[in-house]
């Protein structure tokens, strides 16, 4: 969101005078481990990060049994920027319903609830990791990699992930594509060629850096993640910056803004077939 205060056309944040907000709350608690909250005051305007000392009180508590525990600061800064971060407890509980309040100094509070899947979800994945040319460029591409997600009320995030020999790529992810076979299934069909360029500029050693095209990947990994009722729906996937830049419209944030999960995940292994690549098949449109 930080981009957002470059872009003119992005409008201000203006905080309402009649129902007014005070925190911002950003996170992903996930079963079982639970995990780390950005809170943030809400200012008038987009300012660099959350500068200052703490001096709200962030409690997490579950809603079954009203148990509570006061978190502490995790972490104060992220890519040079002052932040505060807040690590929830582990140990949680598949289906159960969470409450992150930030209170500050003058008794305003913002809050947030989350529930966690009940299920863990599978994925199937249908095909290897193939490799195509095009007769036309020569370049070779990756063909499309199928994989069924089941035991799933709500998609949130797919993420494949690669290993080459310049190391690990930052995750694809592909949450548009997803199509719904029903309650609790879904069908994806990804088409990763892009990522396998796409590798941590701090992993590669210098002269080694291929240019397109793309590395050949060694191993692959496929993460599904469920989300809980909180989730704002797969059109949350496709809205531009402008969009998300209006905190309220896709918050679950009480007297705040922001967007705090529930989520549970799986992670498997895809195929990886290793390609002659002077005999690669003709790519199909």
């Not at 582990?90 to 930030?102: D, F, M, S």
């Not at 992670?267 to 690549?277: C, G, H």
Request: hydrophobic share 35%.
């Amino acid at each position: 969101m930080l981009f957002a205060g470059c872009d003119t056309t992005v409008p201000l944040f203006e905080n309402p005078q009649d129902h007014p907000l005070y925190y911002s709350l950003y996170g992903r608690i996930s079963y079982p481990d639970g995990g780390t909250i950005r809170v943030e005051p809400l200012r008038d305007s987009t300012l660099r990060g959350a500068p200052g000392e703490a001096s709200e009180v962030v409690t997490f508590t579950k809603g079954s049994t009203g148990e509570v525990d006061t978190l502490e600061v995790h972490s104060r800064q992220v890519d040079q920027l002052p932040v505060r971060n807040y690590r929830t407890p582990g140990g949680l509980e598949a289906g159960a319903t969470y409450q992150i309040r930030v209170e500050g100094p003058d008794g305003n509070a913002s809050s947030a609830q989350v529930t966690l899947p009940e299920r863990r979800p599978t994925a199937e994945v249908l095909d290897s990791l193939r490799y195509c040319r095009r007769e036309r460029t020569g370049d070779r591409e990756v063909l499309p990699v199928r994989a069924r997600i089941d035991s799933v009320r709500r998609l949130g995030r797919l993420a494949l992930q690669y290993t080459t020999r310049f190391g690990l790529s930052s995750p694809y992810l592909w949450t548009n594509a997803a199509r719904a076979e029903g309650a609790d299934t879904y069908r994806i069909r990804m088409k990763p060629n892009d990522n396998l360029v796409d590798i941590a500029a701090q992993q590669i050693e210098a002269g080694l850096f291929e240019p397109p095209p793309p590395a050949i990947a060694r191993a692959a990994t496929l993460t599904a993640v469920a989300v809980g009722p909180e989730w704002p729906g797969e059109h949350f996937n496709k809205l531009q910056l402008k969009e998300m830049a209006a905190p309220i419209e896709h918050s679950n944030v009480q007297q705040g803004t922001g967007l705090v999960l529930g989520t549970r995940s799986v992670t498997v292994d895809v195929p990886v077939k290793e390609p002659d690549l002077n005999n690669l098949p003709p790519c199909s449109d």
